[in-house]
């Protein structure tokens, strides 16, 4: 049989880890990938940690076909309780502890924000609830309601809780580099193991170590490797915040230069637009003046084609009086009318001189 231990933080992935005993969903998937279908085990003594980590070692194992078991050899808190459940038995050292609660988070944000963050976190509930249920005879109400309240369970009280565990014989173990947390109902016999880690610091090296391996000069050696990656990381992280904001301020520069060339843009289009109503307002005005010059035009060539019937009406008159066609009494016998249709300054002289001798009258 295999064997799989989970002695530390429940971690998201590789680029989040600190320390070797932090375990992620990779470890677990090639774990089982090279069990290739045979029984495997997963001794747990671990605080929980990331909930989206903790879901996806749970669904790997219980998709696993080859038979899983979970050993909770100290305890196995909030996320770890999930991975304990999804494996197809559990087993419960002694003096061991199983802790479920909610899970919880860090947040920022206004109130909309701030209840899609809570909304998150009853989904995220509801996930881990499924896999509680598995092994527990209560009603998810029930279940939930442990949730609510942080219970801790100690291996002797499982099945009063509904979770159908079983008893492990082997030996108890601790992690290597387990992180202790503070818990707000942890019950004095949890606490005693916490301190049983703490003052027994020999007990929390991985199988095969020694006393030789003199682990505090490690510890302190990881924590100084810590420090130094912290303060590398930082200053990574200020290059970069520097580097963001330089390119904050090329994109700021490129949008006000855009937004001032925009709002140039606009008032050309608006200037265009006030030349287009003027030049339409003109173009309508010469429209109507041409309208009104045709009119003009079409009544002053009625007007001059009026005067030429009458002018060549007057000259046929003429041409008849000339050939003797006509006589003066038919076309008027009254000096005025003669006057009036005389078409020369010769006849009208001639009919002044008529009037004068008295010829007409």
Same mark, same amino acid.
């Given at each position: 049989?295999?064997?799989?231990?989970?002695?530390?933080?429940?971690?998201?992935?590789?680029? %989040?880890?600190?320390?070797?005993?932090?375990?992620?969903?990779?470890?677990?998937?090639?774990?089982?990938?090279?069990?290739?279908?045979?029984?495997?085990?997963?001794?747990?003594?671990?605080?929980?940690?990331?909930?989206?980590?903790?879901?996806?070692?749970?669904? /790997?194992?219980? +998709?696993?076909?080859?038979?899983?078991?979970?050993?909770?050899?100290?305890?196995?808190?909030? =996320?770890?309780?999930?991975?304990?459940? /999804?494996?197809?038995?559990?087993? =419960?050292?002694?003096?061991?502890?199983?802790?479920?609660?909610?899970?919880?988070?860090?947040?920022?944000?206004?109130?909309?924000?701030?209840?899609?963050?809570?909304?998150?976190?009853?989904? =995220?509930?509801?996930?881990?609830?499924?896999?509680?249920?598995?092994?527990?005879?209560?009603?998810?109400?029930?279940?939930?309601?442990?949730?609510? %309240?942080?219970?801790? $369970?100690?291996?002797?009280?499982?099945?009063?809780?509904?979770?159908?565990?079983?008893?492990?014989?082997?030996?108890?173990?601790?992690?290597?580099?387990?992180?202790?947390?503070?818990?707000?109902?942890?019950?004095?016999?949890?606490?005693?193991? =916490?301190?049983?880690?703490?003052?027994?610091?020999?007990?929390?090296?991985?199988?095969?170590?020694?006393?030789?391996?003199?682990?505090?000069?490690?510890?302190?050696?990881?924590?100084?490797?810590?420090?130094?990656?912290?303060?590398?990381? %930082?200053?990574?992280?200020?290059?970069?915040?520097? @580097?963001?904001?330089?390119?904050?301020?090329? $994109?700021?520069?490129?949008?006000?230069?855009?937004?001032? +060339?925009?709002?140039?843009?606009? +008032?050309?289009?608006?200037? /265009?637009?006030?030349?287009?109503?003027?030049?339409?307002?003109?173009?309508?005005?010469?429209?109507?003046?041409?309208?009104?010059?045709?009119?003009?035009?079409?009544?002053?060539?009625?007007?001059?084609?009026?005067?030429?019937?009458?002018?060549?009406?007057?000259?046929?008159?003429?041409?008849?009086?000339?050939?003797?066609?006509?006589?003066?009494? @038919?076309?008027?016998?009254?000096?005025?009318?003669?006057?009036?249709?005389?078409?020369?300054?010769?006849?009208?002289? +001639?009919?002044?001189?008529?009037?004068?001798?008295?010829?007409?009258?």
């Amino acid at each position: 049989m295999k064997t799989f231990n989970i002695f530390g933080d429940i971690i998201g992935g590789e680029t %989040e880890r600190w320390y070797e005993s932090e375990v992620t969903p990779k470890q677990i998937v090639d774990f089982l990938a090279d069990a290739k279908g045979e029984a495997v085990e997963f001794n747990i003594n671990s605080y929980g940690g990331s909930v989206t980590g903790g879901l996806a070692i749970c669904n /790997a194992i219980k +998709k696993y076909p080859g038979e899983t078991t979970c050993n909770v050899l100290g305890i196995a808190a909030s =996320m770890a309780s999930a991975i304990a459940c /999804a494996a197809k038995s559990i087993k =419960m050292g002694e003096g061991s502890f199983l802790m479920i609660h909610n899970p919880w988070t860090y947040t920022s944000g206004n109130a909309e924000e701030l209840r899609k963050d809570a909304d998150t976190l009853d989904k =995220m509930r509801d996930s881990i609830l499924g896999f509680y249920m598995s092994k527990n005879t209560k009603t998810a109400d029930e279940v939930k309601g442990y949730m609510d %309240e942080e219970t801790w $369970i100690p291996r002797e009280e499982a099945a009063d809780y509904g979770f159908t565990v079983e008893d492990y014989g082997g030996e108890l173990r601790a992690a290597a580099s387990l992180t202790r947390r503070a818990y707000d109902k942890a019950p004095e016999a949890a606490r005693a193991l =916490m301190e049983y880690h703490d003052k027994a610091p020999e007990r929390n090296a991985p199988q095969g170590a020694t006393g030789g391996d003199n682990w505090e000069a490690r510890f302190k050696g990881l924590s100084k490797k810590f420090n130094d990656l912290k303060a590398a990381s %930082e200053a990574d992280k200020t290059a970069q915040a520097d @580097e963001f904001k330089a390119q904050i301020a090329a $994109i700021t520069a490129e949008r006000d230069d855009f937004k001032s +060339k925009l709002e140039a843009s606009e +008032k050309d289009l608006t200037d /265009a637009k006030a030349k287009v109503s003027e030049l339409s307002a003109k173009l309508e005005e010469s429209e109507n003046a041409l309208q009104k010059a045709t009119a003009d035009l079409a009544e002053t060539r009625d007007s001059l084609k009026a005067a030429e019937d009458k002018a060549a009406q007057l000259e046929n008159t003429r041409d008849l009086l000339t050939a003797g066609v006509l006589t003066p009494p @038919e076309v008027g016998s009254t000096y005025a009318e003669k006057m009036k249709a005389a078409t020369t300054a010769a006849e009208r002289e +001639k009919l002044r001189a008529q009037k004068r001798a008295g010829k007409i009258k």
